[in-house]
């Protein structure tokens, strides 16, 4: 039995999980207070209720309550940790070096630093979506404050190698921040093993509440940061306003139902990301995988259909939520920029599709998806004038050797 419409944009956000509701609404209601107000009870309890929101986030990741800093999402936390280190830094001008697949939360203040006079370098990607170790090693020079490099892509998800990243820049002294908002909740992270000193999370990616985020800042880095929004010193003087603490409430409860329940469900949702590809691919020509199918998050599948418009397949798959991209440029008629990275066509970015699932989805959701999508995609071409060509299109070889032939 399947209810529609169906779910599968999972990377722009997930749904909220009635126990982080319920643990979320004492504080919408009868424990009001202000943490910072801890000379009474009620500011005293709301306290209480962050500090213990603290340590489930930290726990999450293998971190320290301490390294903690809560913000209002992922993309403050970005915006926190690249102005901030550059900000601290005593050197002029700065170099950053990032990666051309990142997140416009990243690119964004890296452009707008850079308009300030730092300079910022930008790595290219392979065809699957991974940067070259050695042109990261080359990229480093004596000015780079920040190397910054998102653990999971929000649109393909293909996963860096982090802990050798990690590596580079710690043998050259260079503080390394790492996006780990579609990751942290869905796959384990552990930023000890891993060796990042700053990682953004974000709460809305693993069932919990939009609006809050942290910014993981290893103990000995957080000398090297400087806060970027001023007015009261909270959280560590890193960054000051008054705490939400509902949003903090919930967060904390989505982190430890992650921590509880996030390894559990990994081969589930792999296995039902790898039906969805092989249903393409059986009952399909012309599908191209976008990226490494082997360093992927197993909730992620960014597929192209040849000659069909993206858009026009989003609007024909009216009872199942996908997206051609990053939520923050779905308002645009852009190609993604990701899949372009890849080496791919304007025309093949302007055909790929992001299935995004999550523990929620099922087998019969997945089989569902698969019907329409094809359906669809069959009756697009049927219509297009490049139709003729689809013969000559096979399947993708590379991943084909991969699923070991399936």
Not at 149 to 164: H, K, L, R, T, Y
Not at 242 to 250: D, E, Q, R, S
Not at 364 to 371: G, K, L, P, S
Request: include cysteine; charged fraction near 20%; hydrophobic fraction near 45%.
């Amino acid at each position: 039995m399947v209810t529609l419409p169906i779910y599968m944009d999972s990377h722009a956000t997930t749904r909220l999980d009635p126990r982080v509701l319920d643990a979320m609404l004492p504080y919408l209601s009868e424990h009001f207070g202000n943490p910072a107000s801890r000379t009474h009870a009620f500011g005293r309890k709301a306290a209480a209720a962050v500090d213990a929101a603290r340590c489930e986030v930290a726990a999450l990741i293998g971190a320290r309550s301490a390294e903690i800093v809560f913000t209002s999402g992922a993309t403050e936390s970005n915006n926190l940790a690249i102005k901030g280190i550059v900000a601290a830094s005593d050197l002029r001008p700065c170099h950053v070096v990032t990666v051309i697949t990142e997140h416009r939360a990243v690119l964004d203040p890296c452009r707008q630093l850079e308009s300030n006079g730092c300079d910022v370098t930008r790595l290219p990607v392979g065809p699957d979506g991974l940067i070259d170790l050695d042109e990261l090693a080359r990229a480093i020079t004596p000015r780079t404050v920040l190397v910054s490099v998102m653990v999971a892509n929000n649109e393909i998800g293909v996963c860096q190698p982090i802990a050798a990243i990690a590596e580079v820049a710690a043998a050259r002294g260079v503080m390394f921040h790492t996006d780990a908002a579609q990751a942290v909740g869905r796959v384990p992270v552990d930023v000890d093993r891993l060796r990042v000193d700053l990682a953004s999370i974000s709460a809305h990616k693993m069932h919990g509440p939009k609006g809050v985020g942290a910014l993981y800042v290893r103990r000995q880095a957080q000398a090297r940061l400087t806060s970027i929004i001023d007015g009261g010193g909270h959280e560590h003087g890193l960054r000051s306003g008054t705490l939400n603490v509902p949003g903090i409430v919930g967060f904390g409860k989505a982190a430890a139902l992650a921590s509880a329940e996030t390894n559990g469900a990994l081969s589930r949702i792999a296995s039902l990301r790898d039906r969805l590809w092989a249903g393409f691919q059986t009952r399909l020509t012309g599908v191209h995988l976008n990226g490494s199918f082997k360093h992927r998050v197993p909730h992620n599948l960014n597929v192209s259909f040849a000659h069909i418009d993206g858009q026009a397949l989003l609007t024909a798959l009216d009872d199942v939520a996908v997206s051609s991209g990053s939520a923050c440029a779905s308002a645009t008629d852009e190609p993604s920029y990701v899949v372009q990275a890849l080496g791919a066509s304007k025309q093949r970015a302007r055909a790929s599709v992001r299935f995004g699932l999550d523990r929620e989805t099922t087998e019969a959701e997945v089989d569902y998806v698969i019907d329409k999508v094809v359906r669809v995609v069959t009756r697009l071409r049927d219509l297009s004038p490049l139709s003729d060509e689809l013969s000559e299109v096979g399947r993708d070889p590379v991943v084909e050797k991969q699923l070991g032939g399936r």
